[in-house]
């Protein structure tokens, strides 16, 4: 098992920074990829960004530019810069821990999120 605790989440005005964190802890495995997602009401959740235990990132075309992913392994935490938000960042940002495509066995965990608020 595989915890995940994020932190950082807020009420922003447009334009401003937030910085969340996500702590793994457990039986932390190699390889992985840790991400970002995101929820809204009534919507499915969609990715944000995720980055591998190698430091390789892929981005939402939404966020490229605007956000930044990064990790430090030693302490098992990923970390997501959002800058220039706008109102339509507002969601629930959920931590996630998983193995690579096509891995076996396939592991998948999530944080229980953090809110964002970006206000215009």
């Known amino acids: 098992q595989v915890q995940l605790v994020e932190s950082g989440g807020g009420l922003v005005q447009a334009g401003g920074s937030l910085r969340l964190s996500c702590a793994a802890s457990?039986?932390?495995?190699?390889?992985?990829?840790m991400g970002w997602y995101r929820q809204t009401p009534g919507k499915q959740r969609e990715l944000v960004a995720t980055?591998?235990?190698?430091?390789?990132?892929n981005y939402a075309d939404s966020v490229k530019g605007r956000f930044t992913i990064s990790r430090d392994n030693a302490k098992n935490t990923a970390y997501l810069q959002m800058n220039s938000l706008k109102p339509e960042d507002t969601a629930v940002y959920y931590c996630?821990?998983?193995?690579?495509?096509?891995?076996?066995?396939?592991?998948?965990?999530w944080g229980l999120g953090t809110q964002v608020t970006v206000s215009s």
């Open positions: 457990g039986s932390i495995f190699r390889p992985n990829i």
């Open positions: 980055i591998t235990n190698t430091e390789a990132t």
């Open positions: 996630n821990f998983q193995t690579p495509p096509r891995w076996l066995p396939t592991y998948d965990y």
